[in-house]
């Protein structure tokens, strides 16, 4: 019989590379053991050395990154993706403004982890957040997360007395991934709004990931009352800015709830791995 196997180097060379890299030639040894009626005393040596091209390496580097999750959350991720992607048997998405959000996150250039976050010792009662974990002066390449607080959206309500101004409800007539996917909306409409412009990418960096750092160093040791002027000037402006973005979030969001709403009875006809998975 024949036994086949790879060389230490070329394993390591597999098990460690965490980019795209060129096709290599991997040496497979091939040696012959013993049959059932060679006789025991013949020596037996290598038969052959056989170079096989092994193909290019594809690791997906930036975009939309679920390296953070468990096991457990990566299905619920993908239970998540596979309703915002959802498509008529024609190919015509079911949800065209919150899947072009997806794809444009992730298709850019820049590194947006995806969290989620599945705990009931969660401080506030946010439902998401988008945050710039480290800023790329050339624009081209920031490290950001997004994070969906699973557990505060299982159990916000959704009624008359949370109605934004305009009447909007969020998550009204939603199951638990048209929840989730209406958050995503949400925080992917922060997404590109912020990453495709220089600028914005600058102030949301400078004005409130900078200013919350600094409020939390200040808060370990004294009192809010005592912050100097200039933190709370950065205070005003911080605040100023998220006034100016978050409309345009809660917009978004609102036409995510209708796409998913319109959706419901397209989506029992599809096949499972696009229809709305229950929990």
Request: aromatic share 4%; glycine share 4%.
């Amino acid at each position: 019989m024949l036994r086949g196997s790879l060389s230490v180097a070329a394993l390591a060379l597999l098990l460690t590379s965490l980019s795209s890299v060129q096709a290599q030639n991997v040496q497979v040894q091939f040696v012959e053991t013993p049959g059932l009626f060679r006789r025991p005393n013949k020596t037996i040596t290598p038969v052959t050395n056989i170079d096989v091209p092994m193909p290019r390496l594809k690791i997906k580097k930036t975009g939309l990154l679920a390296s953070r999750l468990s096991d457990k959350h990566r299905l619920r991720w993908k239970a998540i993706t596979d309703l915002v992607l959802a498509q008529t048997p024609t190919g015509t998405p079911l949800h065209p403004v919150l899947s072009e959000l997806w794809r444009w996150a992730d298709s850019s250039s820049h590194i947006i982890q995806v969290e989620l976050i599945e705990s009931t010792n969660i401080q506030s009662s946010s439902a998401g957040s988008f945050n710039i974990e480290q800023f790329d002066p050339t624009g081209r390449c920031h490290r950001t997360t997004l994070k969906l607080y699973i557990s505060n959206i299982d159990v916000a309500v959704s009624g008359p007395q949370v109605a934004r101004r305009n009447g909007f409800i969020p998550f009204a007539g939603l199951r638990k991934e048209e929840r989730y996917a209406e958050v995503l909306g949400h925080e992917l409409a922060h997404v590109k709004y912020v990453l495709s412009n220089a600028m914005r990418s600058h102030l949301v960096h400078e004005l409130v990931e900078t200013t919350n750092d600094l409020l939390l160093l200040h808060a370990r040791t004294r009192p809010m009352s005592t912050a100097s002027p200039e933190m709370k000037q950065r205070l005003i402006q911080r605040d100023a800015l998220l006034r100016e973005i978050e409309p345009q979030a809660e917009s978004i969001e609102e036409v995510v709830w209708q796409e998913l709403t319109a959706s419901k009875k397209s989506r029992t006809n599809l096949i499972p791995g696009t229809r709305n998975h229950r929990r």
